[in-house]
Nanobody
């Protein structure tokens, strides 16, 4: 059973920073690409960032490029999302996801962690 557990969310003022963590169990973490998504109230879930299994390749939504950094520590089975220069529009529930190797689509999700940015 694959489990993804996020942590690190909270309330922060605009311009502040947070670091989200997602620890995985139940599959060989280092073999899988990982990603972060978010869902704001009344909106659909959207892609935020992804990282290849090796960490050599990273991908970002235009809305977070230059402010957010995704990274991973395969020895700790953990993926991170460093979020700087936060804006109120970044307020959402953030989910981590593990990508299926063949389809390259997310196949397992965490329970989500709330990030609230006040103005």
């Amino acid at each position: 059973q694959v489990q993804l557990v996020e942590s690190g969310g909270g309330l922060v003022q605009a311009g502040g920073s947070l670091r989200l963590s997602c620890t995985a169990s139940g599959r060989t973490f280092r073999m899988y690409a990982m990603g972060w998504f978010r869902q704001a109230p009344g909106k659909e879930r959207e892609f935020v960032a992804a990282i290849s299994w090796s960490g050599d390749n990273t991908y970002y939504a235009d809305s977070v490029k230059g402010r957010f950094t995704i990274s991973r520590d395969n020895a700790k089975n953990t993926v991170y999302l460093q979020m700087n220069s936060l804006k109120p529009v970044d307020t959402a529930v953030y989910y981590c996801a593990s990508y299926e190797i063949v389809t390259n689509e997310p196949d397992f999700w965490g329970q989500g962690t709330q990030v609230t940015v006040s103005s």
